[in-house]
């Protein structure tokens, strides 16, 4: 080698880096990470990245490590931001006709939230936001309810914050789990959700400034339903009124998932206890998909 | 949009994250993000990335960002693991023909090493390796010396560590800045370089290991050299007779960059004071192009 004085080029770098992977053991493994090679060198040749620019990348990606903590996952906001986690999830295979359709996690997504009496509310603190009543059926594709589905929900305050992002709130406020009877119904009290800022005073925040986007996202309500026989559904629950609907910030709105908070005055029936403002409920049944279909 | 029923598709999440930055302003980093998001969708749907794939990286990166202190630079090694700073070296404007060429800056570079004499050592530390005088000329391309050169070098010693990796060795050992006179010559004593690996109990070497990648990179000395109206080089001396020359963990190697170490007895002249060992010589000019060449 060392008598070969040919000047290397950019290719011997990638069919050596593409290379040093083809005794990978885990043959899925080796693909990805050598298409990984492909795209990532394909990507620094086609832009002709500069040494400045591969410095200020790694600062980025250094800062959005540091950013991680156990309350906050910057490099889900990244993959959000960046349409990588929708991708992801649209490219997983579908879910069959009917059923509910999944859409990001996102990054605030708490495990062990408090399992609740179905009927009870997630609201662990008072003044925080409009009531709202959340109820439907957990269902198969065949229309069977399903018994003993979990349902895990979490979702923002009136302030825009999730708990985990608010030392002001008790831990567990706006986020529970609860288990469906035999009649699959589910139903719960929470607050109606407001648009909020994705976490916009870190390395992707910054990013959004300096491109000029903005960091909104529609209303909505996170849920993740499983049981027994299904495939687990994550998604979301919008709300149709958000003026970001057309416009979030992490590309998360599928058509199917947008619902109605549907406004109630303090006089009509079913009425929260104590509230004379206007409330509202969100009807909508969760369909899942057979497991392994 | 939430009138249209329509699935979301994959192209459609790609289209509306470029979209997204469209309004940069800055046009370089306006064309840097629409790519990346085309080469990072890209690169998702041609492996069909799956949601516990996804997750496995983000954790990865979670972890690479974590394993980054004042002292480790995670992913710049992951960056050379992969042959991108490599790469990115390479598609620089290259030097004229004659210059230094260069390569990899690796995760060891410590700004403001001590400023030593010429010709004194930068070992700190007694005992850790066979002493090597290094030395040459800083020229410019026509052959004229260079004044006023600034040499920063850094080496590993002989346990395979580099100073800020090891407590064991002072902070300054076996790093140093020296600076040339009117001749343009540099001389200093240091030690052998050896083969190490690369830092491997971490995330990147988790990658090696599941990959079957050894983490070895062939003996060097790192070198910047700058002068005023020169262009600045960051490059390597590696050793000649290194076994892994041919398989450098991070594809740093460039033929025109093996030099050879040259044993000496301890009765030649030159030979270190109190020492009864082989020592060796490494002599090697330092070619620089002009600034903005």
């Not at 394909?42 to 410095?55: F, I, M, N, Q, S």
Request: aromatic share 8%; net charge negative.
């Amino acid at each position: 080698m060392t008598d070969d004085l040919r000047p290397v080029t950019a290719e011997d770098i990638t069919v050596a880096a593409r290379a040093s992977f083809a005794g990978a053991p885990d043959g899925r493994l080796r693909f990805l990470l050598q298409h990984l090679v492909e795209h990532l060198h394909g990507y620094a040749r086609e832009v002709r990245l500069t040494a400045a620019e591969w410095e200020a990348a790694i600062a980025f990606l250094t800062e959005t490590g540091r950013a991680c903590t156990d309350r906050r996952q910057e490099f889900i906001l990244l993959s959000d931001a960046l349409g990588l986690s929708m991708l992801v999830d649209v490219l997983q295979h579908p879910a069959p006709p009917g059923a509910t359709e999944s859409t990001v996690l996102g990054p605030f997504h708490v495990e062990g939230s408090p399992l609740r009496p179905m009927g009870s509310s997630t609201v662990d603190q008072d003044g925080s936001g409009e009531p709202a009543f959340v109820s439907g059926t957990v269902r198969g594709t065949g229309g069977q309810p399903v018994a003993g589905a979990l349902l895990d929900v979490w979702q923002n305050a009136a302030n825009q914050l999730y708990a985990v992002q608010d030392p002001g709130q008790p831990p567990g406020n706006l986020r529970g789990r609860f288990r469906t009877g035999a009649d699959g119904a589910f139903a719960f009290w929470s607050v109606r959700p407001v648009d909020y800022r994705i976490p916009d005073d870190g390395p992707v925040g910054r990013m959004l400034a300096a491109t000029g986007r903005h960091p909104w996202r529609p209303a909505h309500l996170h849920i993740i339903v499983s049981a027994p026989g299904y495939r687990t559904v994550t998604t979301h629950f919008f709300d149709r009124t958000s003026p970001h609907l057309a416009g979030d910030a992490v590309f998360g709105v599928k058509p199917s998932l947008v619902g109605d908070f549907v406004p109630h005055r303090p006089d009509e029936p079913g009425a929260p206890e104590g509230w004379d403002g206007t409330w509202y409920s969100f009807e909508r049944d969760v369909v899942l998909a057979p497991a392994g279909g």
